[in-house]
């Protein structure tokens, strides 16, 4: 591993232990020509996922992308943040478990709503007011009022 410090590529590991739900490994590193020290994490990763966007582009899967993403539609809001490290590593497992390398920007947005709606109302209408593009605050309107089955929208 190199050093983020330095460039070294010589680099010890003076710790390893499970981390995030044992999902991952945390190591920690020392560099012995800087004396940096540094934490590095290791995941299991069934497959290359592919992303298709709407515009036909493909990408691969980053998954800090999607990770950041989450955090700022959970930002300020009282979720614990294991919680959330939890709902990420379900998501992209889920993304893995789909048997095709190729996944559309559309089914990962539509995961991650359905996730993000079961946790935090406030964090799902966040995400939806981007991923669905809203343009004005009508846009907002017609979304919550979706939210609540039983109330009439006023005109």
């Known amino acids: 591993m190199r050093c983020p410090f330095c460039g070294n590529i010589d680099t010890q590991v003076k710790d390893s232990r499970p981390a995030e739900d044992h999902v991952a490994i945390r190591r920690r590193r020392f560099c012995p020509a800087c004396g940096g020290r540094f934490t590095t994490y290791e ?25 950041r993403a989450i955090r700022i539609s959970m930002q300020k809001r009282p979720i614990d943040p294991d919680r959330i490290d939890q709902m990420i590593s379900g998501i992209v497992r889920r993304l893995e478990s789909i048997g095709d390398t190729d996944i559309p920007s559309r089914t990962i947005g539509d995961i991650v709503m359905e996730s993000l709606a079961r946790i935090d109302t406030v964090a799902y209408v966040r995400f939806a007011s981007v991923y669905k593009n809203f343009q004005a605050a009508d846009d907002f309107d017609k979304f919550v009022s979706e939210l609540r089955p039983g109330e009439k929208p006023e005109e």
């Open 43 to 67: 995941r299991v990763q069934l497959r290359d996922l592919v992303v298709i966007k709407s515009s036909g582009k493909r990408e691969d899967f980053d998954r800090d992308k999607l990770e």
